[in-house]
């Protein structure tokens, strides 16, 4: 313990000395958090970091996190500190054969799948169904978005489908948060057949096991979880929306249906309040990879720089801004 406080004292120095801005998304560890300048969702925190004057951008977390950032925040560097966290949800689509996919799912013991082969991709659904809009939700890669039309996030998905003037729209890479999106327009919803494997294993069952453990609880369930799952929760959202949720609302006892890095902040703003995870095994690996010796390590080396080519950022920046214009 000491030894993490010392570390935390250092990186908060040398971040000074750097005019150097920590984010770290929800998910993170909670040392990682607790030397972050904001924590938060991943666009949420990517926006935050465009409208401040510092030089470097250190993103704890995934690797479409730090793209994000790269696209919106050109004139600055972005640091991954762990250079091999990455979102497997995410690497479920590319745009076409030739896109190196990032590994094989390291520290997974029952990896997700590919429900698509890696043959099939976005330029293949496109062919498939011509002149449909694609909606990519923000958890892809940089190329992917700079492929799609508009972009979304868990919390404005079915916004940004309304506002499009097609009736029928081709939603990537998630299919549960398609579905929720379909349940919630009239418009046609072509979903991308990937999934978030933290969120996608929880089942009614396991809904049914923690009301039995916690009848008095409110169930808050992220919209990456299955729609059978869904329509059991007494509030679906964000992590952001939970976060605000947990605030304003009148109930004590909350069953927390994301990743249990939430749960750590959700602790901490709501003390007088009490939270238990919808499943103890809800955890990503990849967002635990960073820890404090890889944030030190990458401000003191300045190493694992993302980098956006100019031909990828214009166009992916278009679609962050389509749906930010919104």
């Not at 689509?93 to 890696?118: C, D, K, L, M």
């Not at 330029?123 to 990519?136: E, H, L, N, S």
């Not at 609302?249 to 069953?255: G, N, R, T, V, Y």
Request: charged share 25%; with cysteine.
């Amino acid at each position: 313990m000491a030894g993490n406080e010392r570390l935390k004292e250092d990186i908060r120095r040398l971040k000074e000395d750097r005019n150097a801005l920590i984010l770290a998304h929800n998910y993170q560890i909670d040392d990682v958090q607790d030397i972050a300048d904001y924590t938060g969702d991943s666009l949420e925190l990517s926006r935050k970091a465009a409208d401040t004057d510092f030089d470097i951008i250190v993103f704890c977390g995934v690797r479409f996190m730090a793209e994000s950032a790269a696209i919106l925040s050109p004139d600055k560097t972005v640091l991954l500190p762990a250079s091999n966290a990455f979102c497997p949800m995410a690497e479920m689509v590319t745009v076409n054969s030739q896109r190196e996919i990032y590994g094989a799912f390291p520290g997974y013991s029952n990896p997700p799948q590919y429900v698509y082969p890696p043959e099939f991709t976005l330029d293949d659904i496109r062919k498939q169904y011509p002149d449909t809009p694609v909606v990519a939700y923000v958890n892809t890669t940089a190329e992917v978005k700079a492929h799609s039309d508009i972009c979304c996030t868990s919390a404005n998905v079915v916004k940004v489908i309304n506002s499009l003037p097609a009736d029928r729209v081709i939603c990537i890479p998630d299919k549960n948060l398609s579905m929720w999106a379909a349940k919630n327009t009239d418009k046609e919803v072509i979903a991308w057949d990937g999934y978030c494997h933290v969120h996608d294993r929880i089942r009614p069952a396991d809904v049914e096991k923690a009301r039995s453990e916690h009848p008095n609880a409110m169930l808050m369930a992220h919209p990456e979880c299955r729609l059978d799952v869904l329509m059991l929760a007494d509030h679906v959202t964000s992590t952001s929306g939970m976060l605000r949720f947990a605030q304003t609302s009148d109930a004590k006892e909350f069953i927390v249906g994301t990743e249990v890095g939430l749960m750590y902040r959700l602790r901490k703003e709501n003390p007088d309040k009490t939270f238990y995870p919808l499943r103890k095994d809800m955890l990503c690996p990849n967002m635990k990879k960073t820890n404090l010796q890889s944030v030190y390590d990458a401000l003191v080396e300045m190493k694992n720089i993302i980098r956006v080519e100019d031909y990828i950022r214009h166009p992916a920046r278009i679609a962050l801004d389509r749906m930010l214009a919104i």
